[in-house]
Protein backbone atom coordinates (compact mmCIF):
# COMPACT_ATOMS: atom_id res chain seq x y z
CA UNK A 1 0.00 0.00 0.00
CA UNK A 2 1.29 3.62 -0.77
CA UNK A 3 1.48 5.86 1.43
CA UNK A 4 0.81 9.17 0.28
CA UNK A 5 2.63 12.65 2.31
CA UNK A 6 0.45 15.25 3.30
CA UNK A 7 0.00 17.75 1.08
CA UNK A 8 1.61 20.47 3.71
CA UNK A 9 -0.09 24.04 3.60
CA UNK A 10 -3.13 23.72 1.45
CA UNK A 11 -3.94 27.45 1.17
CA UNK A 12 -7.27 26.75 -1.16
CA UNK A 13 -10.03 24.48 -1.99
CA UNK A 14 -8.83 23.73 -5.95
CA UNK A 15 -5.17 22.72 -4.11
CA UNK A 16 -7.05 20.37 -1.51
CA UNK A 17 -8.68 19.13 -4.31
CA UNK A 18 -5.97 18.12 -7.08
CA UNK A 19 -3.87 16.40 -3.90
CA UNK A 20 -7.32 14.21 -3.17
CA UNK A 21 -7.47 13.45 -7.06
CA UNK A 22 -3.93 12.94 -7.46
CA UNK A 23 -3.76 10.39 -4.29
CA UNK A 24 -6.37 8.25 -6.12
CA UNK A 25 -5.25 8.45 -9.74
CA UNK A 26 -7.89 10.96 -11.07
CA UNK A 27 -10.41 8.93 -10.02
CA UNK A 28 -11.75 11.34 -7.19
CA UNK A 29 -14.04 13.51 -9.48
CA UNK A 30 -15.54 10.98 -11.80
CA UNK A 31 -16.26 8.88 -8.76
CA UNK A 32 -18.34 12.16 -7.66
CA UNK A 33 -19.45 12.98 -10.97
CA UNK A 34 -21.10 9.84 -11.67
CA UNK A 35 -22.69 9.06 -7.77
CA UNK A 36 -24.20 12.98 -8.07
CA UNK A 37 -25.73 11.49 -12.03
CA UNK A 38 -26.94 8.41 -10.16
CA UNK A 39 -28.48 10.36 -7.24
CA UNK A 40 -30.02 13.05 -9.30
CA UNK A 41 -31.57 10.69 -11.96
CA UNK A 42 -32.93 8.81 -9.16
CA UNK A 43 -34.87 11.49 -7.06
CA UNK A 44 -36.50 13.10 -10.66
CA UNK A 45 -37.59 9.48 -11.43
CA UNK A 46 -39.67 9.67 -8.09
CA UNK A 47 -41.28 12.62 -9.58
CA UNK A 48 -44.97 11.57 -10.85
CA UNK A 49 -44.41 14.26 -13.16
CA UNK A 50 -41.11 13.31 -15.06
CA UNK A 51 -40.87 11.23 -18.05
CA UNK A 52 -37.76 9.08 -17.93
CA UNK A 53 -36.51 10.85 -20.61
CA UNK A 54 -36.74 14.01 -19.02
CA UNK A 55 -35.25 12.69 -15.91
CA UNK A 56 -32.12 11.61 -17.77
CA UNK A 57 -31.59 14.61 -19.86
CA UNK A 58 -32.36 17.00 -17.27
CA UNK A 59 -29.61 14.93 -15.17
CA UNK A 60 -27.54 14.16 -17.87
CA UNK A 61 -27.22 18.07 -18.74
CA UNK A 62 -26.71 19.21 -14.50
CA UNK A 63 -23.64 16.80 -14.54
CA UNK A 64 -22.64 18.25 -18.13
CA UNK A 65 -22.26 21.45 -16.97
CA UNK A 66 -20.61 20.49 -13.51
CA UNK A 67 -18.24 18.03 -15.39
CA UNK A 68 -16.99 21.08 -17.85
CA UNK A 69 -16.01 23.33 -14.40
CA UNK A 70 -14.18 20.52 -13.91
CA UNK A 71 -12.49 19.80 -16.66
CA UNK A 72 -11.56 23.44 -17.35
CA UNK A 73 -9.84 22.63 -13.22
CA UNK A 74 -8.23 19.71 -14.70
CA UNK A 75 -10.02 17.38 -12.62
CA UNK A 76 -11.61 14.89 -14.87
CA UNK A 77 -10.54 14.41 -18.97
CA UNK A 78 -12.03 15.66 -21.70
CA UNK A 79 -13.52 11.63 -22.81
CA UNK A 80 -15.38 11.77 -19.60
CA UNK A 81 -16.61 15.42 -20.24
CA UNK A 82 -17.22 14.06 -23.64
CA UNK A 83 -19.42 11.33 -22.26
CA UNK A 84 -21.90 13.59 -20.33
CA UNK A 85 -22.56 15.88 -23.58
CA UNK A 86 -23.22 12.94 -25.41
CA UNK A 87 -25.60 11.79 -22.72
CA UNK A 88 -27.43 15.02 -22.97
CA UNK A 89 -27.35 14.80 -26.25
CA UNK A 90 -29.35 11.52 -26.37
CA UNK A 91 -31.59 12.57 -24.00
CA UNK A 92 -32.56 15.54 -25.83
CA UNK A 93 -33.12 13.01 -28.94
CA UNK A 94 -34.90 10.96 -26.57
CA UNK A 95 -37.23 13.47 -25.42
CA UNK A 96 -38.07 15.06 -29.11
CA UNK A 97 -38.85 11.53 -30.15
CA UNK A 98 -41.35 11.00 -26.84
CA UNK A 99 -43.03 14.20 -27.59
CA UNK A 100 -43.49 14.04 -31.06
Known amino acids: MA????????TSTV????W???VVNN?????IL??????????MLTNPNNTASKSFAAASFM????????RIMDFVST???SI????????AIWMHIENA
Open 79 to 81: GFM
Open 84 to 91: FIIFTAMG
Open 3 to 10: IYNPPGNV
Open 34 to 43: IATYIIILVK
Open 63 to 70: IMIISVFA
Open 27 to 31: WFFPG
Open 20 to 22: ING
Open 15 to 18: GMFT
